[in-house]
């Protein structure tokens, strides 16, 4: 049937949609959440697959109309009164194999990649991809299947490539504040020579990722070509995968499995070795840092996750090293992007403040990098990566990193507002929650409020005297400060005895 | 957050959804698809809880603007300009009783209420609901479940009431094309003098549900208050489930299986239990019809869900009666809203030409009623049931129960184009499909167009010679026409030997 487009300004940000009035839908035999095919009219035809909104009074789309959001509107580039032909489009064959999944069947590659490729074209409703998420959950993917996930992933979407060899990547499953050791060792391994196309992502529970961070310093914003171009140019970047296009599938299961709070471990597997793979990744080393506040609660299960994670690298034909670092309190003294980066700055100039912690774990992970893909010995790697880093190298290489990827958007400058919060009796530092200090970040106002979070004064194994300040929060407003001294109390990050 | 409201004419359909700016969304840390609570201002205070979508650009929604979608603008009357009060609303309790049933835990009597509460309310997003019917399909509920989902959808709901006993009531499981028996059963057993408030659904994958036939004679959109008024007056109805707003969480859950094609048993026994429950139905028939192109395939699986159904009935403390009916064909000889009235009338009129199988079949049920909940004597029940219809007493009460409920909305005549599909060698009719049957009916335009269908001119046992009809198509167009001659090559619904 052809109808006269109105354009409806609404993304759903995930399937195109348009809405067709109930008289046509009658007429045409449409139903709501049917598919549809719209296509231009006249030359250079093109179309997109669509899901059908009906709407059931005349006000907004009246009968030989039909309303098109802007995902539809941008992809066919309609314009106000353009006459598009829609009709009826058969369910993907992808829905078979889901129902197959849900049935306690084993998926092939050839399978997962239909899947995967009807989660890019946007021909999977998010009901459909919800049970997708949920049959992958309750029977579990086994590793040939995360295998072929992985590569489905890869293959439907952008990639970025390089001649050169090796192609070094580091990835942190996460769940520990501070910690941006990816802003130290990328320089390190870059200025001793290395490739690091280093993608990141941002906070989406944290109180920030490495890209929100490092948008304090330069754009992160990149698109392929200047990636390629900044890599190029220095051996290394430190991006925001968002922007880029690789692997947009996984994008959309992480964003069903998030309101769920669902972590499946295929998933996560699968999702974290398709961005590695999308960037041409040949070394890659995993750090997984586990605690009781950590994301992974004992070293029995980051055991566990290892060894996931090194029979996938061989699947896959990458190489992997795994590192178990110690999750048992945030890494380094700032939390929140702009605190972060002076630690940072701290660490790569040198600076006798710099939170040795964060330094001290930052050499450690670029030293195994150095002997894993960088054919140094285990003795001489430490040596090096602590050479490279307190020579000025390594800040050398950063200044021109940010210098390639351009200046931030913005200057951002710490929270104008303050407050300390004290120890309540003396003692020693036995702990510190990581949940607690994040949601406190979170708070104060990180990561939306670039200079908002908390700085820490005090870490486990430090004596404390009564009064003194344990750490101080930023924030740019009244009522966030008085949050944080809220939940502080509630919360209790410190436990000091 | 005080937003300014600008209304805009979508409709989601299911959960109620605003639309934000996305400089507002940075500023209140607000992301896609989390829920906000909507409050009006001043006195009179109404709030909803709805889901955010943020627009990226500042073309529809501005800063400062709130945009709102029907379901809100209608559950807090709003109008243009109106200033509304937002601010986050926690996640439902029931995220964390899904997750359980994912788990493989059995959920409660009280956390199932508590899920369909929050569907009612629509405090679960699709997302949300689709991962609960995930879970009961891939982790069947149990009869205790199924009891606790039954008596949760129906206290969620309106209820239908009258003081009368018994209250009868029928339900078949369908998959079988005419076999309109409600049409007949009701009129009989009102006419004895028993209590029937009826409600029948819409075909969805059929060619014609009770509510589509029925339609052709009487209003079936009735309001909860027009339908007590029938009842009272005349003992029974016959009217659309769909108005009535009963065990509404029912239909969302169905909304959510129909497009992968899932049939959860526990939510089909619970679905059409509280739908029961709902109008206070003492006494139950279900009629299983089993057959190879049937939706219950073998005389085994019918059994099976018989046990179900008896034993859920045990549980709600209902009585309930089982009877398993031929359905290896389709049962009269119209198909599609109108052609199935005319087979109705024939048989409620005494017609010569009424189908004898369905004029069978209903007695047959009418029988089992009388003897379940009438107090009849199975020798008798069935001479009854067969002299009020023969008499002209249920053709009468039929017409009491029509006028009662009012006229149709319009006057459906049969399709004005016809074909006639001809037997291509002579033989016995040995099987005729009833899901090759049901597609070609909707092929010629049934339910949508109430005069199109089929009309069988020969039944299972039935000689034909070449080139005698086997049916004849209705239509209003010649390319459904078209279709249908196409389809008949291929799908072949009638097996001669």
Same mark, same amino acid.
């Given at each position: 049937?052809?109808?006269?487009?109105?354009?409806?300004?609404?993304?759903?940000?995930?399937?195109?949609?348009?809405?067709?009035n /109930?008289?046509?839908?009658?007429?045409?035999?449409?139903?709501?959440?049917?598919?549809?095919?719209?296509?231009?009219?006249?030359?250079?035809?093109?179309?997109?697959?669509?899901?059908?909104?009906?709407?059931?009074?005349?006000?907004?789309?009246?009968q030989?109309?039909?309303?098109?959001?802007?995902?539809?509107?941008?992809?066919?580039?309609l314009?106000?009164?353009?006459?598009v032909?829609?009709?009826?489009?058969?369910k993907?064959? !992808?829905?078979?194999?889901?129902?197959?999944?849900?049935?306690?069947?084993?998926?092939?590659?050839?399978?997962?990649?239909?899947? =995967?490729?009807?989660?890019?074209a946007?021909?999977?409703?998010?009901?459909?991809?919800?049970?997708?998420?949920?049959? =992958? =959950?309750m029977?579990?993917?086994?590793?040939?299947?995360?295998?072929?996930?992985?590569?489905?992933?890869?293959?439907?979407g !952008?990639?970025?490539s390089?001649?050169?060899?090796?192609?070094?990547?580091?990835?942190?499953?996460?769940?520990?504040?501070?910690?941006?050791?990816?802003?130290? =060792?990328?320089?390190?391994?870059? *200025?001793?020579?290395?490739?690091?196309p280093?993608?990141?992502?941002?906070?989406?529970?944290?109180?920030?990722?490495t890209a929100?961070?490092?948008?304090?310093?330069a754009?992160?914003e990149?698109?392929?070509?200047?990636?390629?171009?900044?890599?190029?140019?220095?051996?290394?970047?430190?991006?925001?995968?968002?922007s880029?296009?690789?692997?947009?599938?996984?994008?959309?299961?992480?964003?069903?499995?998030?309101?769920?709070?669902?972590?499946?471990?295929?998933?996560?597997? +699968?999702?974290?070795?398709?961005?590695?793979?999308?960037v041409? *990744?040949?070394?890659?080393?995993?750090?997984?840092?586990?605690?009781?506040?950590?994301?992974?609660?004992?070293?029995?299960?980051?055991?566990?996750?290892?060894? /996931?994670?090194?029979?996938?690298?061989?699947?896959?034909?990458?190489?992997?090293?795994?590192?178990?670092?110690?999750?048992?309190?945030?890494?380094?003294?700032?939390?929140?992007?702009?605190?972060?980066?002076?630690?940072v700055?701290?660490?790569?100039?040198n600076?006798?403040?710099?939170?040795?912690?964060?330094?001290?774990?930052?050499?450690?992970?670029?030293?195994?990098?150095?002997e894993?893909?960088?054919?140094? +010995?285990?003795?001489?790697?430490?040596?090096?990566?602590?050479?490279?880093?307190?020579?000025?190298?390594?800040?050398?290489?950063?200044?021109?990193?940010?210098?390639?990827?351009?200046?931030?958007?913005?200057?951002?400058?710490?929270?104008h507002?303050?407050?300390?919060?004290?120890?309540?009796?003396?003692?020693?530092?036995?702990?510190?929650?990581?949940?607690?200090? +994040?949601?406190?970040?979170?708070?104060?106002?990180?990561?939306?409020?670039?200079?908002?979070?908390?700085?820490?004064?005090?870490?486990?194994g430090?004596?404390?005297?009564?009064?003194?300040p344990?750490?101080?929060?930023?924030?740019?407003?009244?009522?966030?400060?008085?949050?944080?001294?809220?939940?502080?109390?509630?919360?209790?990050?410190?436990?000091?005895?």
């Amino acid at each position: 049937m052809k109808l006269k487009v109105r354009l409806v300004g609404i993304e759903t940000g995930f399937t195109p949609v348009v809405t067709i009035n /109930h008289l046509d839908a009658i007429r045409y035999d449409l139903h709501p959440r049917d598919r549809v095919t719209v296509e231009t009219i006249g030359k250079g035809k093109r179309k997109v697959i669509a899901a059908v909104d009906v709407i059931s009074t005349d006000k907004s789309i009246k009968q030989g109309e039909v309303g098109v959001l802007v995902e539809v509107t941008e992809e066919l580039s309609l314009k106000e009164g353009d006459i598009v032909d829609i009709h009826p489009a058969p369910k993907p064959d !992808s829905l078979k194999y889901i129902k197959r999944k849900m049935d306690g069947e084993a998926l092939s590659a050839r399978e997962l990649d239909r899947i =995967v490729k009807d989660i890019v074209a946007g021909s999977l409703s998010e009901v459909e991809l919800s049970f997708f998420v949920a049959a =992958v =959950v309750m029977n579990p993917l086994s590793l040939e299947e995360i295998t072929g996930l992985t590569r489905a992933l890869t293959r439907n979407g !952008s990639r970025f490539s390089t001649k050169k060899r090796p192609v070094v990547d580091k990835h942190c499953i996460g769940g520990i504040p501070g910690n941006r050791t990816t802003m130290i =060792v990328v320089p390190i391994l870059a *200025a001793f020579g290395l490739t690091l196309p280093k993608t990141s992502s941002r906070a989406i529970t944290s109180p920030a990722g490495t890209a929100d961070t490092m948008e304090t310093l330069a754009d992160v914003e990149l698109s392929l070509e200047k990636m390629e171009k900044v890599v190029a140019e220095t051996g290394a970047c430190i991006a925001w995968g968002g922007s880029l296009g690789l692997a947009p599938a996984d994008d959309r299961i992480i964003r069903i499995e998030k309101p769920m709070s669902i972590d499946a471990s295929g998933l996560m597997l +699968s999702s974290v070795m398709a961005k590695k793979f999308s960037v041409g *990744a040949t070394h890659i080393l995993i750090d997984i840092p586990y605690g009781r506040s950590a994301k992974v609660s004992s070293r029995f299960k980051a055991e566990e996750l290892k060894q /996931h994670f090194l029979s996938l690298g061989t699947l896959l034909g990458m190489k992997l090293t795994v590192m178990l670092t110690d999750g048992n309190q945030p890494i380094g003294n700032g939390i929140g992007p702009v605190l972060e980066t002076r630690d940072v700055l701290a660490v790569l100039q040198n600076k006798p403040d710099a939170p040795q912690d964060f330094k001290e774990k930052s050499l450690r992970l670029a030293a195994e990098l150095l002997e894993f893909a960088g054919g140094l +010995s285990k003795r001489a790697s430490y040596e090096v990566a602590k050479d490279v880093l307190e020579s000025g190298s390594a800040w050398k290489k950063m200044q021109e990193i940010i210098a390639a990827q351009g200046p931030p958007k913005e200057q951002f400058k710490l929270g104008h507002l303050r407050t300390k919060l004290l120890a309540t009796h003396a003692g020693t530092v036995k702990s510190i929650d990581n949940k607690a200090i +994040s949601k406190l970040a979170r708070l104060a106002g990180a990561p939306i409020t670039k200079g908002a979070g908390l700085y820490l004064h005090k870490k486990v194994g430090d004596k404390v005297k009564k009064g003194e300040p344990l750490y101080t929060a930023y924030a740019d407003s009244t009522e966030k400060i008085r949050h944080v001294k809220l939940y502080h109390e509630e919360l209790k990050p410190y436990r000091v005895k």
